[in-house]
């Protein structure tokens, strides 16, 4: 089985700052993994599908990047909204998640 | 733009069983499939099996394997969950999720990413 290892776990910023959250994979997984948003009281939303494909309707300012072992998410802008809990995916696993609170 | 819509909570017994659907409304799921995934209180997301109707293909973690039962009913776009032998470990949000299919050669390969997903049901596991 393919391991996922996100981190960091949890992270404070500020309204308008720049976060980067980082998945490692034990195998080369190519391109196939995604990022997801979950706030809490609903549904976790995709974000990013194929390491950096914009899922439609999804603000500009949430980039992925990456590919074989290591990805990236970032938020350019940290905005109100944004404060939630991240999630990489790759087929059936899902790395630890990352909680993204307010400084 | 698919929708999904989940049944109401569930509170259950240790040991009983709780049937969870999940009507898909704005598409189908045919030749895409329907997962399901969960998350525990403070724990984060699960992925426990998946169903891929047009393949007629269902999977299950190995976790779950022999305890969860997932079903489509492809007549009223309805995806089911089954989770027998309930235990307080179970109490969790359980999601189902459009799980997107590629296809070659007529071979499905799944769980690409999931999206869109259901609002959630509770489903709490207490004596």
């Known amino acids: 089985d393919i391991q996922m290892t996100q981190s960091p776990s949890s992270l404070s910023a500020s309204v308008g700052d ?6 490692r994979t034990s195998q080369n997984i190519s391109s196939y993994l995604n990022w997801y948003q979950h706030i ?8 990013i599908y ?6 439609s309707g999804v603000p500009s300012r949430f980039r992925g990047s990456g590919s074989a072992t290591q990805f990236t998410l970032t938020i350019l802008g940290l905005q ?10 790759q087929r059936t696993t899902f790395g630890q998640g990352t909680k993204v609170d307010i400084k | 733009q698919v929708q999904l819509a989940q049944s109401g909570a569930e509170v259950k017994k240790p040991g009983s069983s709780v049937k969870v659907s999940c009507e898909a409304s ?42 969860v039962t997932i ?6 776009g309805t995806a089911y969950m089954e989770v027998g032998s309930l235990r307080s470990e179970d109490t969790a949000m359980y999601f189902c999720v459009r799980d997107r299919v590629l296809w070659f050669g007529g071979s499905p390969q799944p769980h690409q990413w999931f999206d869109p997903w259901g609002p959630g049901t509770l489903v709490t596991v207490s004596s």
Not at chain 2, 28 to 45: D, H, K, M, N, Y
Not at chain 2, 56 to 64: C, L, R
């Open chain 1, 18 to 23: 720049t976060v980067t959250i980082t998945c």
């Open chain 1, 40 to 47: 809490p009281g609903k549904a976790p939303k995709l974000l």
């Open chain 2, 71 to 76: 079903t489509a009913d492809e007549a009223t």
């Open chain 2, 26 to 67: 704005g598409g189908t799921f045919r030749s895409s499939g329907i997962s399901w995934v969960r998350q525990a209180p403070g724990e984060g997301l699960e992925w426990m099996g998946g169903i891929i109707p047009m393949s007629d293909t269902v999977s299950y973690a190995q976790k779950f394997e022999g305890r």
């Open chain 1, 50 to 55: 194929a390491a950096s494909g914009l899922q």
């Open chain 1, 80 to 89: 109100p909204e944004d404060f939630a809990t991240y999630y990489c995916q």
